[in-house]
């Protein structure tokens, strides 16, 4: 397989070269981030035809063979480059525009990045409908429910059910969470991610946004679509059946997993990482606790621009928090304030990256 990977540098990035290079795949194509150093080691090993850089970095003298793109038109240029599968490993909004990219230069997608659908759906579905290509989720939730549903029809699905870890701080109360610090938080007991989604994991924004990536992945409206705290993150996630069944995936908390089936089209190849069954718990969501999730499903249920402008006010506010510029709770206060202070319309995609970019510039100038 041909493959085309943005954001190789990030951690389902180094993931999805693992996997190449165990599989025997072609990487045609992909972005790098700063650390100069990887960018040369992955270079050399896997010598692919375009590279998309942050900027110049003297490379060009040295890979005359190499096409070298830079910043986000050179996402652009990765996406639309010759024919295969694209791998869209990139972090937060900016895997938005190479997702269109590549599906209108007919790349089936393998979808990590969650912005994608949580702000434009609509859109997307559309394109992929028109261009013939297929969508296929990383992110394990996702992974699990398109395993699940195999082999069944669709109007025989009662209701997706996604499970949450709860995060770094899923034993702590509200008032616990006055004073945390960033350290504890990017402290995840499960899995080892970026330090974004590892934020999002302990608000439930994460929670929040596969429930809307869910909603446009597999056509379930958001009444039908649930979320369960289960803290050994082995059950991926189930969905009930019509006839009360439920059917779920498990596995361990190994991303390889998802990124090979995926990459696979879905069809299983060999891959040895054996889960020892044990002890599983599960525990009903908790709104109150996890407000960001209550405000995933209004911004989702609502539509229109509304999931733009929580995705937006959430990437702003968890890098102030990054930062150290605000607390943890404040991250639930500006999401909550944008959301509440906006008029809903139906967007295009230009207005789209607009209106995230106008949100990040009013809480992070030009940062
Ligand atoms: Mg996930």
Not at 67 to 85: A, C, H, I, P, T
Not at 221 to 232: A, C, D, M, N
Not at 239 to 253: N, P, R, T, W, Y
Not at 331 to 339: D, G, M, R, S
Request: glycine share 8%; hydrophobic share 40%.
């Amino acid at each position: 397989m041909n493959i085309f990977l943005l954001g190789a540098s990030g951690s389902i990035g180094k993931q999805t070269l693992d996997v190449i290079r165990e599989y025997n795949h072609k990487l045609i194509g992909c972005s790098l981030g700063r650390d100069k150093d990887y960018a040369k080691k992955v270079i050399d090993e896997f010598k692919p035809e375009i590279v998309c850089l942050r900027e110049k970095t003297g490379f060009e003298n040295k890979y005359p063979d190499i096409k070298f793109v830079y910043g986000d038109e050179g996402l652009l240029e990765v996406s639309r480059y010759k024919n295969g599968m694209l791998v869209n490993a990139l972090m937060g909004s900016v895997g938005l525009k190479p997702t269109v990219e590549a599906i209108k230069a007919r790349k089936d997608i393998a979808l990590a990045n969650k912005e994608t659908l949580v702000m434009a759906g609509d859109i997307i579905k559309k394109l992929v409908k028109e261009y013939g290509v297929r969508l296929l989720p990383i992110d394990s939730e996702h992974s699990a429910i398109w395993q699940a549903i195999k082999g069944e029809k669709h109007e025989d699905i009662k209701k997706l059910i996604i499970t949450a870890s709860g995060g770094s701080f899923r034993d702590k109360s509200r008032d616990e969470l006055v004073n945390v610090s960033v350290s504890d938080a990017l402290n995840h007991p499960n899995w080892k991610m970026g330090s974004k989604i590892t934020i999002d994991s302990a608000t439930m924004m994460n929670k929040g946004l596969e429930v809307i990536e869910a909603h446009h992945l597999f056509d379930v409206p958001y009444e039908q679509i649930e979320t369960i705290l289960h803290q050994e993150s082995i059950v991926h996630s189930l969905v009930e059946f019509k006839d009360s069944s439920i059917k779920a995936q498990l596995g361990v908390s190994d991303m390889r997993m998802p990124i090979i089936y995926a990459i696979n089209g879905g069809n299983r190849v060999e891959y040895n990482n054996p889960l020892v069954l044990g002890d599983l718990h599960f525990k009903p969501m908790d709104f109150k606790r996890f407000p960001m999730l209550e405000y995933a499903y209004r911004a989702g249920k609502m539509g229109g621009i509304a999931p733009v402008v929580l995705n937006a006010s959430n990437e702003a506010a968890v890098t102030l928090f990054l930062n150290g510029k605000i607390s943890f709770l404040e991250i639930e206060e500006i999401v909550k304030k944008e959301l509440d202070n906006f008029e809903n319309f139906t967007p295009s995609l230009d207005e789209i990256i607009l209106m995230d970019k106008k949100i990040k510039e009013k809480y992070l100038g030009g940062e």
